[in-house]
């Protein structure tokens, strides 16, 4: 009788432990989710900023799936060698950063951040 009381304490114990490990593959999964659907916005972002929207300087900002908040920045970049004079050049440098972050708006928030340069000419 004594044998059968510790073999079902070892499945008990064993059986928590797989559950355990179980429920934080499924929590890790899902946050691997969010980071995904997170860096599909941001890279749509920025792939649309000069495309479908006007590179100008100045800052936007929005929801996307009623989670994720995004905010593009768009900034000169000023690169500007001994050698090169910016009157002259034919092309502008921006600097666009995307940042999504998602939660509950506190300090464990979560986000993702892009940046890239993006050029475009002058004469537009």
């Known amino acids: 009788m004594l044998e059968i009381l510790i073999a079902f304490s070892i499945l008990a114990l064993s ?20 980071y995904t659907a997170a860096v599909q916005i941001a890279e749509s972002l920025m792939a649309k900023t000069g495309v479908e929207t006007p590179l100008l300087e100045g800052q936007d900002s929005g929801v996307e799936n009623e989670k994720y908040n995004w905010q593009v920045d768009v900034v000169s970049f000023v690169f500007n060698p001994d050698n090169v004079d910016a009157t002259t050049t034919p092309a502008v440098l921006f600097k666009v950063k995307v940042i999504v972050s998602w939660g509950n708006g506190n300090a464990n928030d979560r986000q993702v951040e892009l940046t890239t340069l993006k050029l475009i000419n002058k004469t537009l």
Do not use: P, Q, R, Y
């Open 15 to 34: 059986l928590g432990i797989l559950l355990k490990i179980f429920s934080g593959g499924v929590n890790t999964a899902v946050v691997a989710e969010d």
